[in-house]
C-alpha cells in the first residue's frame, strides 16, 4: 500500500490539488490523506472551493491562520512534522508556491520523505515575491519535479536539478477548468451582477507590490476608474486587498463609481463563469494568466514580470505594471486590436494529474469518466468554439513527451 499525503493550504492550491486528488483515488493500493493548512480559512477563500471542485474533507486541517511570512511558514512545519511523523508517508506532494507549499516541503525533505512538488520550476527572477522564493527553495529539495511548461524545465535545468527528477506533465490546473467548464457554465452570475457576455472587465488584485503600496494600488485604481466609465468593471476582492482599500482611502473612492461593482470573493464555478465571459481581465494572479490562456480571454497583467511566459507566447496575456498609462495604453490595444487565439500550450489537455499520479504510482495513466467525456462537454459549453483549442491530437501530446522528460 502506498501511502501519499497531499498539502493544501492557500485559495489557488484548491484547484490545483483536486485533480491529483481524483486520479489518486482511481489508483488501487493507494493510500491518500488531504492535509489543508488552514492557511485560507474564511469560507470565501477555502470552504465554497471544496463544494465547487468536489474534494473530499480534508483528513486534517492545521488551522494556522494568518502570520507574517516567518510566523506563517514555521506555524505550518511546526504542525505537519507530527502529521508526517505519525503517518509516515511515501510521498508528500506539494502544490503551487505559498507560504504552505515551501513549509511543508521542507519538513518532508528533513524527515527524508520523499517530496513531490507540482508547478516546479517557474520563474519570475524577481525575489522580492514571496512566491518566488517559496518556488526556487522548493525545487531544490524535491525529488520529483512536475512541470507546466517548457521554460520551467529549462530553468531547472540551468539551476542544476537531475534531469531524470523533471517531468514536464502539463497543467493541473487546466485539467479542473476543463472538467467543470460545463457546470460553471450554468452559473447565473452575470445576471445577478446585471451584466452581459463580453461587455464588462474582471479584476483581480492581491500581490503586496500592488495592494500594501499606496502609490500602487491608486495608479491602478485611477486605470479602473476610467476602464469604468468605458464598460462595467466587476471586482471581487481579496480580504488582504479590502482591508488596504480601506485604509487608504480607496474604498470610498470606489464606491462612488457608478459603472464599479465592488463583491466579495467568488467560488470557483461563479468566477470562472465570470472569467471566460469577460470583455476583458485584469489580474496581477499567476493562474488566472494561465486560465485565460485557455479561455482565450485578453488578460492584462498587473505586474512587471511574469512567471508563467507561455501565457504570453502562447496566450492572451501582457504585462503592464502598475502605472495608470500602461494600464490604459494596454487596455486601448486588446480593445481596438482583440488578441489572437492561438494554440493551447503542449500537454494543457486535462489530463496532467493522471500523468503525475502514474509517475508517482508507478502505474498506467487512468482517465476519469468525466475526461473521457470532457470533448463533448466541452463543445455544448461553448458553442463559440473556443473550447476547440483545449483538445490537442494524440500525436502532439506524445512528442512533447518525448521531447520532455515522458512520466
Ligand atoms: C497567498 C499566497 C499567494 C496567493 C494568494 C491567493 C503566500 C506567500 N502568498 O497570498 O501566493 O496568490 O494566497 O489568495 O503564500 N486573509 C483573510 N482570510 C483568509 C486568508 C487571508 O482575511 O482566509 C487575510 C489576512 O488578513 C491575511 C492576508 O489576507 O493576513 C494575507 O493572507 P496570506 O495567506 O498571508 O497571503 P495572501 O495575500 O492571501
Keep these: 500500500m502506498l501511502n501519499i ?25 493507494v493510500r491518500t490523506r488531504l492535509i489543508h493548512t488552514g492557511q485560507h480559512y474564511d469560507d470565501r477563500m477555502s470552504r465554497l472551493f471544496f463544494g465547487d471542485l468536489g474534494i473530499p474533507q480534508p483528513d486534517l486541517n492545521l488551522g494556522v491562520g494568518s502570520g507574517s511570512q516567518a510566523v506563517q511558514t514555521a506555524e505550518v512545519m511546526t504542525r505537519f512534522e507530527p502529521v508526517c511523523l505519525q503517518h509516515a508517508p511515501d510521498w508528500v506532494v506539494v502544490v503551487g508556491d505559498v507560504n504552505s507549499t515551501l513549509a511543508c516541503a521542507l519538513t518532508a525533505s528533513k524527515l527524508g520523505i520523499r517530496l513531490a512538488h507540482v508547478e516546479a520550476g517557474l520563474r519570475s527572477f524577481d525575489r522580492t515575491m514571496p512566491e518566488e522564493v517559496n518556488r526556487v527553495l522548493t525545487d531544490a529539495i524535491s525529488d520529483r519535479l512536475f512541470v507546466t511548461e517548457p521554460s520551467g524545465v529549462e530553468n531547472l535545468l540551468r ?11 502539463g497543467n493541473v490546473m487546466i485539467d479542473t477548468l476543463m472538467s467543470t467548464r460545463a457546470r460553471a457554465d450554468l452559473s447565473d452570475v452575470l445576471s445577478i451582477l446585471s451584466v452581459r457576455k463580453k461587455s464588462y472587465a474582471l479584476v483581480t488584485l492581491h500581490r503586496p507590490s500592488n495592494v500594501d503600496s499606496k502609490k500602487a494600488f491608486s495608479s491602478i485604481v485611477d486605470a479602473l476608474e476610467t476602464i469604468s466609465r468605458d464598460m462595467p468593471v466587476i471586482f471581487p476582492v481579496h480580504p488582504r486587498s479590502k482591508k488596504n482599500l480601506n485604509v ?4 470610498a473612492r470606489i464606491e462612488r463609481m457608478p459603472q464599479f461593482c465592488l463583491i466579495e470573493p467568488l467560488g470557483y464555478l ?3 463563469k ?16 494561465e ?11 498587473l505586474r512587471k514580470n511574469t ?4 501565457t504570453i507566447t502562447h496566450g492572451t496575456n501582457r504585462l503592464t505594471g502598475s502605472s495608470t498609462e500602461a494600464i490604459l495604453s494596454a487596455y486601448r490595444d486588446v480593445r481596438s486590436h482583440p488578441p489572437c487565439v492561438s494554440a493551447a500550450p503542449d500537454l494543457w489537455d486535462g489530463r496532467a494529474a493522471e500523468r503525475i499520479v502514474a509517475c508517482l504510482t508507478g502505474t498506467e495513466p487512468v482517465a476519469s469518466q468525466q475526461q473521457q467525456g470532457s470533448s463533448i462537454m466541452l463543445s455544448l459549453a461553448d458553442p463559440s468554439g473556443i473550447d476547440g483549442r483545449i483538445e490537442p491530437g494524440p500525436e502532439r501530446a506524445c512528442q512533447s513527451r518525448q521531447k520532455h522528460q515522458p512520466v
Design 5 to 29: 499525503i497531499c498539502v493544501c493550504g492557500a485559495r489557488p492550491n484548491f484547484m490545483k490539488i483536486a485533480p491529483i486528488v481524483g486520479a489518486l483515488d482511481r489508483v488501487p493500493d
Design 159 to 169: 539551476e542544476g536539478i537531475a534531469e531524470e527528477k523533471i517531468h514536464f506533465v
Design 248 to 251: 487608504m482611502g480607496l474604498g
Design 270 to 272: 461563479d468566477f470562472l
Design 274 to 289: 465570470l472569467m471566460a465571459d469577460a470583455a476583458v481581465v485584469l489580474t496581477d494572479s499567476g493562474g488566472i494568466q
Design 291 to 301: 486560465e485565460t490562456t485557455i479561455l482565450g480571454v485578453p488578460c492584462l497583467t
Design 307 to 310: 512567471e508563467r511566459p507561455i
